[in-house]
Each structure stands twice: as structure tokens, then as C-alpha cells.
């Protein structure tokens, strides 16, 4: 362990943290937190403090912390070979065996898949897919990509116009044109209260045929969406939501990426979010849950249709003008064939579906009842409590309350990391797959405590 007793300080005046308020972390006003090891679903920091990450980092330890399995794997491919690119047919075993499993796993109807680092880089990939393959067939103009508002799709130029979240995209000068958004499928904040789910899917429907209407289909090359909203509020689809949309893209030719970076491998108690809820797509966004984040690597899983396009796009022009150095890196996927064994050998798809449904049953239990809980929600470990100042009429409280950061900090004093989520008072808990009954219940009834002290 380091020993050194300035980092504190060296953090603070040379570190460009991520998605943190730059001034306040300089001038030491918010909290640093140096974490030094982690065992299954929990984390120590260099305090000594071990916190139950009821958020799997980024919900991306899926398999947990501490697998010696992924660890030797990582080890033995660096010693034999740490890396080689993957341009013009070259690979390595860990890589083409990856590729393999993944197509293993993915629906029938997918045919290959191009690595990269990130689940940002895998939806940039995508989107120029998308245009390359809308040029081949001759479509010049079918361009326009729609999104949904509290979508997440990433943090880059045009992954972050993709994403529907006010910050991402303020002061960025995004979106970019030729990104559309169309409504997120969010049941609870619905406008008006009586409407049922039914109501609510069908007016999500007609709204994205209004907006293809407005642009006119033969200007809209796809449609990106998270198979379950996940930062935008970890929000579950309404009933009949995805056959409904399906059916409209379908109509208009319009394909379809289903950005499973959270869903696939497992969050939801299925492989894919694309077979939990029957969707079809033309392209799946994988990365997290691909190495358990134990090394950075993400995928475009391309479908049969989109590849035979492509096929005949490097026949009529060349090699595709699409790669990274770093695309299938070698430890990265030596780490991605480790982790997908292990959630096979280990059973984490049926546990995560398991303890998924045990967590949001215990969850309603305890909080279900209480006067400020609006909403509790999930499917499969992906689970949140949203909080309100008033059940009945559904009145949110005031966004300077702060009053979803203020319950996950309580949590934290409580030994516990919960994710408060952006644009709105959400706790959020995506825990690893292999959560035990007791850490579920510990969960629970420290956030309950939680609540408590925040003076709900
Ligand atoms: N897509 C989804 C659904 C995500 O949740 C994320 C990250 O949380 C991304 C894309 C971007 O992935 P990354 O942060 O690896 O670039």
C-alpha cells in the first residue's frame, strides 16, 4: 500500500477527477476517498473503512472484487504477450476467443463483434456504422439518429449528444446536429397522474411516430436506447414499451442499437436486455459487465443484416476506415474470457435475477410505506428508490434540497455506497452478481437508517 502522506495533496493539485466539481475538489471542499483493495461486494479504502459498494463501481464489477480467476488471466497474457494491434486480420487467442463467447451468448440474429475500450467509443463506433451503411445501400441523406431524454449512451462528442442529461451536455456546445431526442419512458414521472402504463407506452409511441413524421423517415438512419434507462433514473421500460417501439422502427426502416453497456452479461437475471424485453436490434453496445471492468474493453455486437452491408462496403471501397490502436487488446480480452467463464462457472446470471427480485422485494418492505417514497423500482439488480416531498400529488422536491446526494452520504456514513442519480432524488443500487441475502438485507436496513438521518 502506498505510504505516501502528501498524496492527499498531490490528488488534490494534479488529478483532473471525472464527472466532479473541478474548484470545490482543488480547494479541498470535497471529500477524497483513495481506494486500496476490494473482496466480493465490498471495498477498502486507505482510512481502513470497508464500505459495501451496493453500486459495483460504475455498475460494472459484476462478477465482484478480488477474482484471482481474472487477476492470473491479466497476469499470464501480459507475461506472454501484452500486446499486438488487431488491424488487418491479426489477433491473438484471447481476442478471437472472445469474439467467440460473445457470440456465443449474443441473439441468434448477430454475426460479429469489433472490440474497443469504452462503452463511449463502442456507441461512436456504432453511430458510424450506422452512416457507412446508410451510404452503401445508397441513402445518402437517412442520417438523423434519435435518443431519448435521460438516455446514457456516454460523454464524448457525439455519445454525449446522444446522452439525454442536461450536464453532459451544458456548456459542451452539444448536441451535435443530426441528434434527436424523443420521450424518456418513464412511467413514474409521467404528466398527468391518472394515466395508466397502457396510456403512458401508447403516448411514448405516438410521440416518437410524431417526431419521425416531423423529420420525415428517410432523414432518420437509428434509434439508440438502454433496454432499461439506467443513469437517467434506472428506470425499467412501461408495459409493451419495446414490441410498441420496435414495431414503429420497423415500419420506417430505422435501426435499432440497443446500448446493453449496463444490461449485458447478466444485470437484468438474463444475458441480454434485448431477450428480457424482445427487442431485435441492428447493433448491441457492450462494454462493462464484458471484463467485469477488471480491464477496459467494450464491443459492438453487429447483426447479420448490418454485416452483410458491410461486407459489401469494403467491396466496393476498401478496408474499413474504422480502428484503434488499442481495439481487442489483448488483456483486455484475456480478462473478458476469464470474467464471462466465471459467471458461467459461477451461476451469476440466475443469482443476479435472484437476489434482484429478493433486494426490491425488501426494499418495498421497509420503505414502501414511507412518506416520502414515491417510487420503488427495478428489474433484476438494477434497482431505485425515488424520493418525494409528497406521495399523493407526486410532488418532487426542490432540486437545491439535494436531497438524493444527501441520503446516499448518509448512507456512506453508514458503511454503504449507494449512487444518488442525476435529475432527480434517486438512490440507485446496482450491486455485483454475487450479493448474499445478508448484504442485500444490510443494504436495506442501513439505508432505512439512512432516511432516517437525512430527516425524512
Ligand atoms: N452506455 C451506457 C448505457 C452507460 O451506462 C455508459 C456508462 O455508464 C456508457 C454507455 C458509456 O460508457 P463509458 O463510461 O465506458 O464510456
Given at each position: 500500500m502506498l505510504k505516501n502522506d502528501q498524496l492527499e495533496q498531490w490528488d488534490r493539485d494534479n488529478f483532473f477527477h471525472p464527472s466532479t466539481h473541478l474548484a470545490e475538489f482543488a480547494r479541498g471542499n470535497l471529500p477524497q476517498r483513495v481506494i486500496t483493495g476490494g473482496s466480493g461486494c465490498h471495498i477498502e479504502d486507505r482510512e481502513g473503512n470497508r464500505l459495501l459498494d451496493a453500486f459495483a463501481g460504475l455498475y460494472c464489477v459484476n462478477v465482484?472484487?478480488?477474482?484471482?480467476?481474472?487477476?492470473?488471466?491479466?497476469?499470464?497474457?501480459?507475461?506472454?504477450?501484452?500486446?499486438y494491434h488487431a488491424y488487418v486480420g491479426h489477433g491473438t487467442e484471447a481476442s478471437i476467443t472472445l469474439a467467440k463467447m460473445v457470440l456465443d451468448r449474443a441473439p441468434d440474429h448477430m454475426s460479429k463483434v469489433y472490440f474497443g475500450q469504452s462503452g463511449s467509443d463502442a456507441?461512436?463506433?456504432?453511430?458510424?456504422?450506422?452512416?457507412?451503411?446508410?451510404?452503401?445501400?445508397?441513402?445518402?441523406?437517412?442520417?438523423?439518429?434519435?435518443?431519448r431524454w435521460r438516455g446514457y449512451h456516454g460523454s464524448g462528442l457525439m455519445t454525449g449528444s446522444l446522452t439525454g442529461l442536461e450536464a453532459f451536455q451544458k456548456k459542451f456546445d452539444l448536441p451535435l446536429?443530426?441528434?434527436?431526442?424523443?420521450?424518456a419512458p418513464y412511467y413514474f414521472r409521467r404528466e398527468t397522474l391518472d394515466q395508466t402504463e397502457e396510456q403512458f407506452t401508447a403516448q411514448c409511441v405516438a410521440s416518437l411516430e410524431a417526431l419521425i413524421e416531423q423529420e420525415g423517415a428517410d432523414t432518420i438512419a437509428a434509434f439508440i436506447g438502454e433496454p432499461a434507462l439506467g443513469t437517467g433514473g434506472l428506470v425499467p421500460p412501461p408495459a409493451g414499451y419495446w414490441p410498441a417501439i420496435q414495431a414503429v422502427l420497423d415500419r420506417h426502416d430505422i435501426l435499432l442499437i440497443a446500448d446493453e453497456v449496463v444490461t449485458g452479461f447478466g444485470r437484468l437475471g438474463t444475458m441480454f436486455?434485448?431477450?428480457?424485453?424482445?427487442?431485435?436490434?441492428?447493433?448491441?453496445?457492450?462494454?462493462?459487465?464484458?471484463?467485469?471492468?477488471?480491464?477496459?474493453?467494450?464491443?459492438?455486437?453487429?447483426?447479420?443484416?448490418?454485416?452483410a452491408v458491410l461486407e459489401q462496403g469494403t467491396d466496393e471501397n476498401g478496408p474499413i476506415g474504422h480502428g484503434w490502436t488499442y481495439s481487442a487488446h489483448p488483456i483486455g480480452a484475456a480478462a473478458g474470457v476469464a470474467n464471462l467463464k466465471l459467471i458461467d462457472d459461477l451461476n451469476l446470471v440466475q443469482n443476479a435475477g435472484e437476489m434482484g427480485a429478493y433486494l426490491k422485494r425488501t426494499l418495498t418492505e421497509?420503505?414502501?410505506?414511507?412518506?416520502?417514497?414515491?417510487?420503488?423500482?427495478?428489474?433484476?439488480?438494477?434497482?431505485?428508490?425515488e424520493f418525494v416531498q409528497d406521495r399523493d400529488s407526486r410532488t418532487f422536491f426542490d432540486a437545491g434540497d439535494k436531497v438524493g446526494p444527501t441520503v446516499a452520504a448518509k448512507l456512506l456514513d453508514e458503511g454503504v455506497i449507494g449512487r444518488a442519480m442525476p435529475q432527480g432524488d434517486i438512490i440507485g443500487f446496482a450491486p455485483p452478481f454475487c450479493l448474499t441475502k445478508d448484504e442485500a438485507d444490510e443494504v436495506v436496513g442501513k439505508l432505512v437508517k439512512a432516511v432516517a438521518a437525512a430527516g425524512l
Open positions: 465482484g472484487y478480488g477474482r484471482q480467476e481474472i487477476a492470473e488471466a491479466i497476469a499470464d497474457q501480459a507475461r506472454e504477450l501484452a500486446y456507441n461512436e463506433t456504432n453511430i458510424k456504422l450506422v452512416w457507412y451503411y446508410n451510404n452503401i445501400v445508397g441513402r445518402p441523406e437517412k442520417k438523423k439518429i434519435i435518443s446536429d443530426r441528434v434527436i431526442h424523443t420521450d436486455g434485448s431477450e428480457h424485453y424482445g427487442l431485435k436490434p441492428d447493433i448491441i453496445t457492450i462494454a462493462k459487465g464484458l471484463t467485469s471492468a477488471y480491464a477496459p474493453l467494450s464491443g459492438s455486437i453487429v447483426s447479420d443484416k448490418v454485416w421497509a420503505l414502501g410505506d414511507h412518506a416520502h417514497v414515491g417510487d420503488i423500482r427495478g428489474e433484476g439488480l438494477l434497482c431505485a428508490v
